[in-house]
């Protein structure tokens, strides 16, 4: 987790900065990049996810795709963010929607194999809360080193530079990683469903997909919260852009022993219910964020949002994972990679949502780019990083109490 986020991270927030604030491409344009690469997406995501299963070698099922697909992520996300120079808006619209397209395709492969590992490794409520945890402890720290000193990195060394440092972070500790777990013996037996049936079988799943779909409009909230934060200091708070780094670390350090205490919280919960309160406080965490009005409130205001972000990355993983074991008992299968990519799929339709709600806001407030901005920034961006996100919360959590989830208590998945 915390190989895969740092550069993943530092991706999603900056991306959207380094295109249309530094660089200049039109919100139209980026916006329709991003609608473009869904497309791709919605077609490689299953496929890899199906593929996964089916592949039987004797280091794993998982393992030998990662293997692959680490030296292609490495080169595809420094070529993101090193486009040529003096490109016209068309050539850069093009090494954008080329470079997103390739680099989003093998993070899928790493994204898809490793998710799908989490639900075999770790049976059972508890054991997942905990691991979950852990992992998310990780993911933060992650996430503090992404955002928080990726603006310090990139005002010395350039956004290229950047990418290059943050890639050799990922293949050195992904290597650690991937030449160190080892995938259970006895998930990859019995015959694998074709493709058809499979993902027939796994689209069907009402659970499945409600729990997915909610999950979709809270992760559209994780990524404005972290793609608009550099918006937000210079257009709300008005700070300096040296200071925007210890905006994030507040933030994020601050989310680190909350997601600890989510899981005293959750530990004796019912998955679901844990799931659906962590929603809900998302939500009203977001509140705040309307309010700031320089760094000591932004802060402030962050780290309440921070408390709601943790109890959203903690509580998910423990009813996803009792949806695919139930899926293997009652067909005899171990199903992760299909699971795990269609709902990766279904969950990164939030990275569209988010460009929708960018463009829709900033059509409304009259914000174009960086070259102009428009008569209201301010606004534009209380919207997008408050009243958008409480929105969409409150969505995920009408979705989740829309569908009863019961589950057998198996003592092999309820231990």
């Known amino acids: 987790m915390f190989a895969m986020m740092v550069p993943s991270q530092a991706f999603s927030s900056f991306y959207s900065y380094y295109y249309v604030e530094k660089l200049g491409l039109g919100i139209g344009l980026a916006t329709l990049a991003r609608t473009i690469f869904l497309i791709w997406d919605a077609v490689n995501n299953p496929i890899f996810g199906y593929w996964s299963d089916r592949t039987k070698t004797g280091i794993g099922r998982r393992r030998p795709w990662v293997i692959g697909a680490v030296p292609l992520f490495m080169l595809f996300f420094v070529l993101v963010f090193s486009p040529p120079g003096e490109l016209s808006e068309q050539g850069l619209f093009t090494w954008f929607l080329v470079t997103l397209i390739l680099y989003e395709t093998a993070a899928t492969v790493l994204w898809v194999n490793y998710g799908a590992l989490f639900p075999e490794l770790f049976r059972g409520d508890r054991v997942r809360a905990k691991a979950s945890a852990v992992e998310q402890g990780y993911q933060i ?5 992404a955002t928080a000193v990726t603006p310090v990195i990139y005002a010395a060394l350039n956004f290229s530079n950047m990418a290059i440092l943050y890639a050799c972070v990922f293949g050195l500790c992904m290597s650690v990683w991937v030449f160190s777990v080892r995938e259970r013996p006895d998930s ?13 079988a796994t689209i069907q799943n009402k659970k499945f997909w409600v729990f997915n779909i909610a999950n979709s409009f809270a992760q559209t909230v994780n990524g404005l919260l972290s ?9 709300v708070l008005k700070i300096p852009e040296a200071q925007v780094s210890v905006l994030l670390a507040a933030v994020f350090v601050s989310v680190i022993p909350l ?17 659906r309160w962590a929603l809900a406080i998302y939500g009203l965490s977001m509140i705040p ?17 921070g408390f709601g972000l943790a109890g959203f990355l903690v509580t998910p993983a423990m009813v996803s994972g009792r949806i695919i074991d139930e899926d293997a008992e009652r067909t005899g299968l171990r199903r992760e990679g299909i699971y795990t990519a269609v709902a990766g799929f279904i969950t990164r339709s939030s990275g569209l949502i ?21 008569p209201t920034p301010e606004l534009t961006f209380r919207y997008l990083i408050s009243v958008v996100p409480v929105c969409l919360l409150a969505i995920s959590v009408t979705l989740s109490l829309s569908v009863k989830f019961h589950f057998s208590n198996n003592p092999l998945t309820n231990k």
Do not use: C, H, T
């Open 141 to 145: 720290v992650a996430l503090l080193i």
């Open 188 to 200: 990859g037996q019995g015959k694998p469903l074709k493709l058809i049936p499979a993902f027939r």
């Open 227 to 235: 793609s608009m934060i550099p918006f937000y200091a210079k257009y």
């Open 259 to 275: 997601i600890f205490v989510w899981y005293w919280i959750i530990r004796k919960m019912d998955a679901v219910k844990a799931w």
């Open 289 to 305: 964020l309307w309010f700031g009005y320089n760094l000591a409130s932004g802060i402030a205001a962050g780290v309440v949002a």
């Open 354 to 374: 988010s460009a929708l709600a960018f463009f829709v806001v900033g059509m409304i407030f009259g914000y174009e780019s960086g070259d102009n901005p428009g």
